[in-house]
């Protein structure tokens, strides 16, 4: 199978025949967004400072080192996917207000992040945690800082990226979550497997 | 050596160990990850395995740490009496982590509490955390460290159970939080559990039997057999990496345990992600030093 790039800005139709469980890569730009910058837009109603209309972020607050001898200048050390469960208060309401298309992160995301992305046409896509040198990898450079004010981590970072990735569809379009499906069979093996671990526990007699 | 040189040696080490830990895996973790990946049949999961190994060759080549979030530092001491640093350990330890935040570079993990800013600095109000243990008529000092980074630190959960919900309540607490938390803690993950009286001593031992290697057993044949059962039966489940499904889910469940109260099971579970960042570190009354986790470690 061809290698899937979505390019940035990304339009509803580069979505449609995407499903879960599909690998795809990214190349343009991915702005690192947590837990307070979220709550700023939602709850504080505080404009974001970037333009994330058909664009990307990414659950990460990366480690970055300043360039030396350019002035405001970072270079990305090390950049991977928090868990992406921190943001699912906010997510669809984040989706609906910026408009953005590709959210990379860590683990499965749930019931307001699937109908956000099924309404506004977005994917929740998982790279492999903990790889973070593989994601710094494939960073061109640093091209905006803002609400440097959280510090290192909740800085938004926007990063021109090339095939960034493997990125694992876990939300597409149509609704289908990948670690909700998964979670039902792995809640069902656990109980059957609970039986037999207690078979051999009854050490209180 | 007067004592200023001495502080300033030992803090230099722990500063460039703290660092290289950040970049390295220990021995018993890398070999578990080559054994898992070996055996995986699943198409995603191996691709996975692949990825984590890309990575630590690129962090050891690029001489950068393997995962962005570098934890809060936490660091168990077991220091002899007449070891000649044992008062200024503590403090020294916070130095060697600001250190190696500029040098390595860490990542600034220190957020006040109440105030909400971050100090910028990755050491704050207890932070690093130091755990101690004072060991009489010894000279020597024995030093984990541990990065505790904030996917697998998600998961830590203590509780006390009644008596009656025994053994099985211990096992059901634990298999519980490996399919609400577990899979996004980056699996597969090292599980450790502290069984005890209250929270906050099951809690300790759970974090303490993160140190233990993997593959090592609890003295007690029956917490033994309890950390085989629960290594299968977590590795039943097929998490797989991420959480994405795989023929295993876990490195290895280590449980620690005291004595309890005869009303109360108090029960913690830890877990530690794939890149379990642990490094151990034993000095002498001189400041020669000994890695054990690392055996080509060089500072």
């Not at chain 1, 694992?168 to 671990?197: M, P, R």
């Amino acid at each position: 199978m061809a290698k899937v790039v979505l390019h940035t800005p990304i339009k509803d139709e580069d979505l449609e025949n995407i499903k879960a469980g599909d690998i795809i890569y990214l190349t343009g730009h991915i702005t690192t967004c947590r837990d307070v910058a979220h709550r700023r837009l939602i709850e504080e109603k505080r404009p974001l400072p970037v333009d994330l209309k058909g664009g990307a972020i990414f659950h990460a607050g990366p480690i970055v080192r300043p360039i030396k001898g350019q002035k405001d200048k970072y270079e990305m050390v090390s950049v991977g996917p928090t868990t992406s469960m921190r943001m699912e208060k906010f997510e669809k309401e984040f989706i609906k207000q910026t408009g953005v298309k590709l959210i990379v992160g860590k683990g499965g995301m749930g019931k307001g992040t699937m109908e956000g992305c099924q309404q506004y046409k977005a994917l929740h896509c998982v790279f492999p945690a903990g790889c973070a040198v593989v994601a710094a990898a494939t960073v061109e450079k640093i091209v905006d800082a803002q609400w440097m004010d959280l510090g290192m981590p909740e800085t938004l970072w926007t990063s021109k990226v090339t095939e960034f990735g493997p990125l694992i569809v876990s939300i597409d379009t149509h609704g289908n979550n990948l670690f909700e499906q998964y979670k039902v069979g792995y809640n069902k093996i656990k109980d059957k497997e609970l039986v037999e671990i207690d078979k051999h526990l009854s050490f209180i007699k | 050596m007067d004592k200023q040189a001495q502080v300033a040696k030992m803090t230099d080490i722990m500063a460039k160990f703290v660092g290289y830990s950040s970049k390295v895996l220990p021995d018993d973790v890398k070999a578990k990850l080559q054994e898992l990946a070996a055996k995986e049949t699943q198409p995603m999961a191996k691709l996975l395995y692949e990825t984590y190994a890309r990575n630590m060759k690129l962090a050891k080549e690029l001489d950068r740490p393997s995962c962005q979030d570098t934890g809060v530092l936490q660091f168990f001491v077991k220091c002899g009496t007449d070891f000649p640093l044992l008062g200024e350990v503590e403090k020294l330890l916070k130095e060697a982590v600001k250190i190696a935040t500029v040098n390595t570079p860490l990542r600034h993990n220190s957020v006040e509490t109440f105030d909400e800013y971050n100090t910028g600095t990755n050491v704050g109000k207890g932070t690093p955390t130091v755990f101690w243990e004072i060991v009489p008529d010894n000279d020597q000092c024995d030093i984990y460290t541990y990065m505790a980074g904030g996917g697998c630190t998600l998961p830590g959960q203590a509780m006390v159970l009644m008596p009656g919900e025994g053994y099985e309540g211990v096992a059901k607490f634990v298999m519980d939080r490996m399919t609400s938390y577990g899979l996004n803690a980056c699996p597969p993950l090292l599980v450790g559990v502290g069984v005890a009286t209250s929270v906050e001593t099951a809690a300790l031992l759970s974090k303490k039997a993160l140190m233990r290697p993997i593959g090592s057993h609890n003295p007690n044949p029956r917490a033994a057999s309890m950390e085989k059962l629960l290594e299968d039966g977590i590795n039943a489940i097929g998490l797989g990496p991420q959480g994405l499904r795989g023929d295993s889910s876990v490195m290895g469940v280590n449980i620690e345990n005291t004595a309890r109260h005869p009303s109360a099971i108090g029960v913690a579970v830890n877990v530690g992600c794939w890149n379990h960042r642990r490094g151990h570190i034993i000095f002498d009354k001189d400041l020669s030093y000994t890695i054990t986790t690392h055996k080509e470690a060089k500072l």
